[in-house]
């Protein structure tokens, strides 16, 4: 068994322990972490299990209101977090919660804190080669999968997504976090096309990633050119620049993909049964420009809170890690916290 692979293993293990432990009730436990004052490890502990045990006030603001009381579950499970909640935690949603309200909500004054989540391993594209065939053009992307650093065994899926059609394929990488795959796109198509790769390293464990990539045409345009897209709800809404229109919107997961319909400038999102990530993409025009964008649900990874990176915060600063479930997915759930110093 590989040293990424025991990992695994030892994560689904602490997953059972934080479970029996949240069983005993979260708010009986932290409550008299939360009203100390102290920069203990574990009071920094016991608020992180608050925040990711409780589902806050109102339950349902993850949907758009506005918290007064922060907590990310759901009416599931322990450590099941709302994906909602979560998603609303990256700056780049229309829909952001924004650290001064984050801060309040939790109500602990001499406390500051900074959010990561993130997947559990990673998978890296690369483009590799394209040659031209007859009335084709032949890609070559690689594909790299790793676990801090460590060559991580999975099986991949891939689509492309490029004006009003989708291709699909599969594969794996070796025992060397390596593997490859090709595509063939008609050289009467042009524009901006996006290469997805979801990896599963085992039930439960994810990992993608996102190329975009010039199919006869110039070089890709920067993100959000053309239309901004945010998830929440299980609705993908889009804020279309002026002079772009619509071709095709598309959700895609580890096991599947659908076409979306629009309700104006919305478009409802399947609740899948895979537990993947789901990649949703937006193809169009503008112009002469063929336009592709793309987000992900739940939109991570993702950073937010405190800044923390000052040489004189940081050896104040205490960080506690959490593996969390969020739609059937495990992630990385990490929170660095930082009280004043005793010295201040």
């Known amino acids: 068994m590989s040293t990424a692979s025991i990992d695994f293993t030892l994560a689904s293990f602490a997953m059972i322990v934080l479970v029996l432990g949240a069983i005993f009730g979260v708010n009986i436990v932290v409550s008299p972490y939360i009203e100390e004052n102290s920069h203990s490890p574990e009071r920094y502990h016991q608020i992180g299990k608050y925040m990711l045990l409780s589902q806050g006030e109102p339950t349902n603001w993850g949907t758009g209101s506005t918290p007064s009381n922060l907590g990310f ?44 989540v993130g997947t559990l391993f990673d998978i890296s594209l ?4 394209s040659l031209v065939q007859g009335d084709d053009t032949v890609y070559t992307f690689s594909a790299s999968t790793t676990r801090d650093g460590y060559p991580l065994q999975c099986q991949v899926s891939y689509y492309v997504a490029i004006r009003n059609s989708t291709y699909s394929n599969s594969g794996s990488t070796d025992g060397l976090g390596s593997g490859s795959v090709q595509f063939t796109l008609p050289n ?12 599963s390293a085992e039930e439960s464990i994810f ?14 345009y920067q993100s959000g050119i053309f239309a901004s897209l945010s998830s929440l709800n299980y609705t993908l809404n889009a804020d279309l620049t ?7 919107a598309a959700v895609f997961s580890h096991s599947y993909s659908f076409n979306l319909t629009a309700d104006g400038s919305d478009y ?6 895979d537990g ?28 937010m809170g405190a800044d923390m990176s000052d040489d004189y915060v940081v050896s104040d ?28």
Not at 207 to 220: C, I, R
């Open 126 to 129: 690369n483009s590799s080669s």
């Open 73 to 116: 579950a759901t009416e599931g499970d322990p450590y099941d977090l709302d994906i909602d909640k979560v998603t609303r935690l990256n700056a780049l949603n229309a829909q952001a919660l924004n650290y001064s309200t984050a801060w309040q909500a939790l109500g602990i004054d001499d406390v500051s804190f900074r959010i990561e």
């Open 317 to 344: 600063v205490n960080l506690v890690s959490y593996t969390v479930d969020i739609k059937g997915g495990l992630y990385r759930f990490e929170i660095m916290f930082r009280s004043p110093a005793e010295y201040d």
């Open 268 to 273: 409802a999102i399947p609740r899948l049964l």
């Open 188 to 199: 009467s198509q042009n524009g901006t096309a996006i290469l997805i790769g979801i990896s």
């Open 276 to 303: 993947s990530p789901m990649i949703l993409t937006l193809t169009g025009v503008n112009g002469s420009d063929y336009w592709a964008e793309w987000v992900s649900y739940p939109q991570v990874p993702l950073e």
């Open 242 to 248: 002026t002079g772009a229109t619509v071709w095709n």
């Open 207 to 220: 990992g993608y990633d996102v190329l975009p990539f010039a199919h006869n045409s110039s070089a890709p």
